[in-house]
């Protein structure tokens, strides 16, 4: 049995989710995925959709087994209970693949780190991110 987790903001749903999710769920048998509370999405705008209905819909996608809210603070607490087997990073995450392994192994966890592949838009007109979704709202929406 092979355990995969990944991870992300999830805001407003898109088919890159789905891909990662899938790529993720294929690298193992039981996927779960941490959503990463608004408070830690210090990189980029916080997300517009409250924490616990971003871990909802993403619990309902087909790839994934569970769903789980970060910590607030620590985010190794939710490794150390989930226990993976596999990290898989996203393919833009900011995360550096050694320095997470380093910090992992210093808690004492032994995952294989892994890197998802991307989904790039076929046509033109595809929105394969929550920034171009949200841009076009802004666009399209506002007088
Ligand atoms: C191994 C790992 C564990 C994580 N655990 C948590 C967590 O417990 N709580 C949390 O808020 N975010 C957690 N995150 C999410 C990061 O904070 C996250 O990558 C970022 O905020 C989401 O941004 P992104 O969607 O642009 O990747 C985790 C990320 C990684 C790589
Ligand atoms: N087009 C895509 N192809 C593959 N993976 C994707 C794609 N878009 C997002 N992901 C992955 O989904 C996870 C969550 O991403 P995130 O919630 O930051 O979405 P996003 O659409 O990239 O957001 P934003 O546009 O605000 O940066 C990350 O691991 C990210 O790499």
């Given at each position: 049995?092979?355990?995969?987790?990944?991870?992300?903001?999830?805001?407003?749903?898109?088919?890159?989710?789905?891909?990662?999710?899938?790529?993720?769920?294929?690298?193992?048998?039981?996927?779960?995925?941490?959503?990463?509370?608004?408070?830690?999405?210090?990189?980029?705008?916080?997300?517009?959709?409250?924490?616990?209905?971003?871990?909802?819909?993403?619990?309902?996608?087909?790839?994934?087994?569970?769903?789980?809210?970060?910590?607030?603070e620590?985010?190794?607490?939710?490794?150390?209970?989930?226990?993976?087997?596999?990290i898989?990073?996203?393919?833009?995450?900011?995360?550096?693949?050694?320095?997470?392994?380093?910090?992992?192994?210093?808690?004492?966890?032994?995952?294989?780190?892994?890197?998802?592949?991307?989904?790039?838009?076929?046509?033109?007109?595809?929105?394969?991110?929550?920034?171009r979704?949200?841009?076009?709202?802004?666009?399209?929406?506002?007088?």
């Amino acid at each position: 049995m092979t355990r995969v987790v990944a991870q992300g903001t999830f805001d407003i749903l898109h088919p890159g989710h789905v891909h990662y999710l899938q790529d993720a769920a294929d690298m193992g048998d039981e996927l779960h995925v941490i959503v990463a509370r608004s408070v830690n999405v210090t990189h980029k705008e916080p997300p517009v959709v409250p924490d616990e209905q971003r871990r909802e819909m993403v619990g309902a996608l087909k790839p994934v087994d569970e769903a789980h809210l970060g910590h607030p603070e620590d985010i190794f607490v939710p490794i150390e209970r989930i226990e993976p087997d596999i990290i898989a990073l996203g393919y833009d995450q900011h995360h550096d693949d050694e320095q997470l392994e380093a910090a992992l192994s210093a808690r004492g966890l032994d995952c294989d780190i892994r890197r998802a592949s991307p989904l790039e838009a076929d046509v033109a007109d595809r929105l394969l991110s929550t920034g171009r979704i949200i841009d076009r709202i802004l666009d399209e929406r506002s007088e």
